[in-house]
Nanobody, 125 residues
Framework: QVQLIESGGGPVQAGGSLRLSCHAPERTFRSGIMGWFRQTPGKEREFVAAIRWSGTFTHYSDSVKGRFTISGDTAGYYGYLQMNNLKPEDTAVYYC??????????????????WGRGTQVTVSS
């Protein structure tokens, strides 16, 4: 099991920005795909964005495209989610996830084997 550690969540006003970080201290993301998901009470975990280090290919959900940017450091130990122009509907617990065995990005949460504990993002209007 790969330990993933999220940070950077918190309260923010609508229109503001936050940057989430995901650290994989024991293994790098370079061998696979890092994704960000979010979840609100009573709903299923929702795909937000993912990046494949090899080729730095990225994919976003329609709800965040143009506002969020996923990236990672060269070594593959840190991934980031830059969130701009935040909206109240972005309020959720955000989870970092890793799929270290696939080449193609999958938007299904079940495709990811390793998860962080989540970080709360609260956007007020």
């Amino acid at each position: 099991q790969v330990q993933l550690i999220e940070s950077g969540g918190g309260p923010v006003q609508a229109g503001g920005s936050l940057r989430l970080s995901c650290h994989a201290p024991e293994r790098t993301f370079r061998s696979g795909i890092m994704g960000w998901f979010r979840q609100t009470p009573g709903k299923e975990r929702e795909f937000v964005a993912a990046i494949r280090w090899s080729g730095t290919f990225t994919h976003y959900s329609d709800s965040v495209k143009g506002r969020f940017t996923i990236s990672g450091d060269t070594a593959g130990y840190y991934g980031y989610l830059q969130m701009n122009n935040l909206k109240p509907e972005d309020t959720a617990v955000y989870y970092c996830a890793a799929d270290l065995s696939s080449f193609y990005i999958d938007v299904a949460a079940t495709a990811y084997d390793h998860w962080g504990r989540g970080t709360q993002v609260t956007v007020s209007s």
